[in-house]
């Protein structure tokens, strides 16, 4: 390694040493007047001009004193004769950000140029991967496994276990009167009259369940397949549509609205209950 490249490692790690230590003097050292940075946040066009660069970090340094990491994992350096560059990764994030990720990483370009024998910062590139794609592909399999569950606690007749997954200010069209059931008091007196009406086997489950989610809000939809045994020992079988919306909720997902229904025979307006896939 020459002199100019671990002149400048040294001068990155100082760098993210006064961020991790609230430093904002540390922080604005060895860079130019005319420094450009590309940040995470806006604006779209970046930071331009030293004043610019320090109104950015007031926020960030407050956030990073109350819990969040600015860890340097890895750094390249390549210099010149006056001109240079590094590229770094960083964990940065709070400590439940990284429990929950922990290979979450900031990336981190640094352009450098020489003046009067110093190396000075003049323009710095942050930015995290985006991720969104594989979250959500992990969000539709955890709604599919909330939906599991209540199958699963419908045949066990769990009536807690069916309420796990429901937020508390969630709304429910359901099959019968009234126009809509508010609270999950009403959502559980709903499901409690309906296991309790069947004196043996109950089950239901969702005909090709389809999900869709985008950050922290999700839907589902599918037939619903409901079977239960009646007093006289007779197994009824009926079939309905269902919407569900869900919001993610520290500690999983949580069912906001429900929509079930019947589809109407027009020529009589009444429920046409009997109908199959």
């Known amino acids: 390694m020459s002199g100019d490249e671990q002149e400048i490692r040294d001068l990155i790690e100082r760098w993210v040493a006064a961020v991790s230590a609230g430093d904002l003097e540390g922080v604005l050292a060895d860079h130019a007047e005319d420094i450009v940075m590309f940040d995470v946040p806006p604006p779209r066009e970046g930071v331009r001009g030293y004043a610019?660069?320090?109104?950015?970090?007031?926020?960030?340094?407050?956030?990073?004193?109350?819990?969040?990491?600015?860890?340097?994992?890895?750094?390249?350096?390549?210099?010149?004769?006056?001109?240079?560059?590094?590229?770094?990764?960083?964990?940065?994030?709070?400590?439940?950000?990284?429990?929950?990720?922990?290979?979450?990483?900031?990336?981190?370009?640094?352009?450098?140029?020489?003046?009067?024998?110093?190396?000075?910062?003049?323009?710095?590139?942050?930015?995290?991967?985006?991720?969104?794609?594989?979250?959500?592909?992990?969000?539709?399999?955890?709604?599919?496994?909330?939906?599991?569950?209540?199958?699963?606690?419908?045949?066990?007749?769990?009536?807690?276990?069916?309420?796990?997954?429901?937020?508390?200010?969630?709304?429910?069209?359901?099959?019968?009167?009234?126009?809509?059931?508010?609270?999950?008091?009403?959502?559980?007196?709903?499901?409690?009259t309906g296991l309790e009406a069947t004196a043996g086997a109950v089950g239901w489950t969702v005909l090709e369940l389809q999900v869709l989610a985008q950050g922290d809000l999700a839907v589902a939809w599918g037939l619903n397949q409901m079977e239960g045994q009646g007093p006289d020992g007779v197994t009824a079988l009926s079939w309905s549509r269902g919407t569900r919306v869900f919001r993610r909720i520290e500690g999983g997902w949580a069912m906001v609205h429900q929509h079930v229904s019947y589809p109407y025979d027009p020529r009589t307006g009444q429920a046409a209950t009997g109908l199959r896939p």
């Open 52 to 192: 610019a660069y320090r109104d950015t970090w007031p926020g960030f340094l407050s956030w990073q004193q109350h819990g969040g990491c600015f860890e340097l994992t890895s750094l390249e350096v390549t210099a010149g004769e006056d001109i240079a560059f590094a590229h770094a990764l960083l964990r940065c994030g709070t400590t439940d950000e990284l429990a929950r990720d922990p290979d979450h990483r900031l990336r981190l370009t640094v352009g450098l140029r020489k003046e009067g024998g110093r190396w000075l910062v003049s323009h710095e590139h942050h930015s995290f991967p985006d991720t969104a794609g594989e979250r959500d592909a992990a969000a539709v399999d955890e709604v599919r496994a909330v939906h599991e569950q209540w199958f699963a606690d419908t045949a066990a007749k769990d009536l807690d276990g069916l309420m796990a997954h429901v937020a508390a200010d969630v709304v429910s069209y359901e099959h019968e009167a009234p126009l809509q059931y508010v609270g999950i008091e009403a959502v559980r007196e709903v499901c409690r």
